[in-house]
């Protein structure tokens, strides 16, 4: 062939190379997407198996007081009631989003709007520190510091839903801030001007309009910090007594769903009953935590600033 | 009550607020490093662990700790550039791309103890790696991808338009603009994502029980063949990490000395954090003055 035609027809160099780079890339998003869909199948094959395989009803899986997978109830059923677990998980994630809000909602106010110096100064890396401390070592100080502190002030054993709530609190406290933080920074300046202009104090502009304008930016901040209650393992499991019983109050030993899952999933057999009811439980983690981005997702879409 | 005095008390309350987090904090450091660092000793870091009597250290902990960070970063960050790369430069603006960035976003939002559990079932189980380093990196990559593409995917979009319309007029291709112009423009921003994801990684430990395994055979430190089971190179033995460490003896407790030894351990696991931290701070930026001689 004619060397001028060929080299007009044929793929360049250039554009061969482009095209490698792209598919190269593509794969790379293609395996992310691929874990996701992987990681959603095979919990939700061997968690639903505890329903198709096992025929336990739904129903008393979810509102079954008693978890007891390797024996039978009275009438002939295994007893793998969660809701002692999932009621526990519900608990230390509400109780500590209730604690920390606050919190984390006055340090962002002060670092944003009351001393902006001292909070990029100070308080930036202190959350920045917070968040970086691995879940182990604020188990461990739960575990020698949380834990006494529950058992000489309201005696116990101190191990509970109190103690899980208070090293929870700490976990997700600078999560939240510092996603306020950023909420609270995306406020048009002009939004304070107007205020203050019309002779309202410092207080009577955070509270009137900086506040009210990033309402949909905390409420993410806050699921956010929910989603990583929720989802926290050993932390908890560390300092909540693991007794899969329905917590009767806030300073007997009772558990999540997260403590059980790692206390059990190696003493079990893959495949038995008790297994599956594991896995279960990982699958209502797994939910749940879809569950929280969708509430992200609608909270976003519904209170953009506009 | 007249508003001057609510703006006063709301404000001395705001600063009562900041100062208990600060608070907070100090305690937390302080009480780990008082009460850790008498133990930690150059014996205490490089002697092997004791189950049943006092005085073992965490030297096996510590030399697996850093192994697996090594392997799941050389794991996780060709993955991560690749698509981070894809997200910024070639994602087009419909919805495969929502799509793709949805699940991204589900993955980082998993719990991880999930994401363990997964990792457990596929390579300990299916794929018979057993409970080794080889399960244990693969786990963490799953956990670090969705956090270290997101980190590449801002650090590449704050690179102006501007070095990309340079690169496309000089004729060269999309590809070769990002690998020659983009990426190199971006290296302190890609650094500082890669060492604050090096310093979850070195913390984890949900993910890792159930895939590393929670025992640390005795290695040879003489031996540096990868295929020898007592080598501290082999992939395919069970290692079990420093906070992996803190937890077992902390919920076991048959260790006799288990709470001085996990104030070390924990004191050893803070300050690797805090230099990750520090690292993360100022390599970013002292890179950055280094190689492209600005200030």
Redesign the interface.
């Known amino acids: 062939m004619d060397p001028i035609r060929e080299s007009l027809l044929k793929k360049s160099k250039a554009s061969k190379l482009e095209m490698r780079g792209k598919i190269i890339t593509y794969f790379c998003i293609g395996l992310i997407v691929a874990i996701v869909l992987a990681i959603f199948y095979f919990v939700a094959s061997k968690g639903l198996a505890t329903f198709f395989t096992d025929k336990v009803s739904i129903k008393d899986f979810l509102l079954g007081k008693s978890w007891n997978p390797g024996t039978l109830d009275k009438s002939g059923k295994p007893e793998v009631g969660a809701l002692p677990m999932i009621s526990g998980s519900f608990f230390v994630t509400f109780l500590s989003a209730l604690i920390a809000t606050p919190f984390a909602i006055g340090t962002a106010i002060f670092m944003v709007e009351i001393s902006p110096n001292k909070g990029s100064r100070i308080l930036q890396p202190v959350t920045e520190l917070l968040v970086g401390i691995p879940s182990v070592v604020y188990g461990f100080i739960g575990l020698s510091v949380v834990v006494p502190f529950v058992r000489s002030i309201f005696g116990g054993t101190g191990f509970g839903i109190l103690s899980g709530t208070f090293v929870l609190f700490v976990m997700i406290l600078p999560t939240v801030t510092s996603m306020t933080v950023d909420t609270l920074k995306s406020v048009p300046r002009y939004y304070r001007e107007a205020s203050l202009a019309l002779g309202a104090t410092r207080w009577q502009t955070i509270y009137k309009v900086i506040l009210r304008a990033a309402t949909p930016g905390i409420m993410t901040a806050v699921v956010f910090g929910m989603a990583r209650a929720f989802g926290e393992a050993l932390a908890v499991q560390m300092v909540i007594g693991n007794a899969s019983l329905m917590p009767s109050s806030l300073i007997t030993p009772s558990s999540t769903l997260t403590s059980i899952l790692t206390m059990g999933i190696g003493n079990t057999v893959m495949g038995s009953l008790e297994n599956n009811a594991l896995w279960s439980l990982a699958l209502i983690l797994l939910l749940m935590s879809l569950f929280f981005n969708m509430v992200v997702r609608v909270i976003g879409k519904r209170g953009a600033l506009k | 009550m007249n508003?001057?005095k609510?703006?006063k008390i709301?404000?001395s309350?705001?600063?009562g607020?900041?100062g208990?987090?600060?608070l907070?904090?100090a305690a937390?450091?302080g009480?780990?490093l008082v009460?850790g660092l008498p133990h930690v000793s150059w014996q205490f870091l490089t002697t092997p662990a004791k189950s049943f009597s006092s005085g073992g250290g965490v030297g096996i902990q510590l030399f697996n700790s850093f192994y697996l960070l090594l392997l799941t970063l050389l794991i996780s960050f060709?993955?991560?550039?690749?698509?981070g790369?894809?997200?910024s430069?070639?994602a087009k603006n419909n919805w495969v791309t929502t799509?793709?960035r949805t699940?991204?976003?589900?993955?980082s939002?998993?719990?991880?103890?999930?994401?363990g559990?997964?990792g457990?079932?596929?390579f300990v189980?299916q794929f018979n790696f057993g409970f080794s380093i080889l399960s244990g990196a693969l786990a963490l990559t799953?956990f670090n991808?969705?956090l270290l593409?997101r980190s590449i995917e801002e650090s590449l979009r704050a690179i102006p338009y501007s070095q990309r319309e340079a690169g496309f007029s000089l004729g060269?291709?999309?590809?070769?603009t990002?690998?020659r112009v983009v990426v190199p423009d971006a290296v302190p921003g890609i650094l500082t994502g890669v060492i604050?994801s090096a310093?979850?990684i070195?913390?984890?430990?949900?993910a890792l029980?159930?895939t590393a395994g929670q025992s640390a055979p005795a290695l040879d430190f003489t031996n540096w063949n990868p295929a020898n089971i007592a080598s501290p190179l082999n992939p395919m033995r069970p290692a079990e990490t420093l906070?992996?460490h803190?937890?077992k003896i902390?919920?076991e407790g048959i260790m006799p000395d288990a709470?001085a030894v996990?104030?070390g351990a924990?004191a050893v696991?803070?300050i690797a954090?805090?230099l990750?931290?520090f690292l993360a701070r100022f390599g970013g930026k002292a890179l950055y003055r280094k190689i492209t001689s600005s200030k």
């Open positions: 508003p001057k609510a703006d709301a404000t309350i705001l600063y607020i900041a208990f987090v600060v907070v904090l937390l450091l009480y780990i009460r060709p993955i991560s550039l690749g698509a790369i894809w997200l430069e070639y799509v793709i699940s991204v976003e589900i993955l939002s998993l719990p991880s103890v999930v994401v559990l997964f457990f079932l596929i189980v799953f991808l969705p593409t060269l291709s999309r590809w070769e990002v690998t604050l310093g979850r070195f913390g984890e430990a949900a029980i159930y906070a992996v803190i937890w902390n919920s709470s996990s104030a924990s696991l803070i954090v805090l990750f931290n």
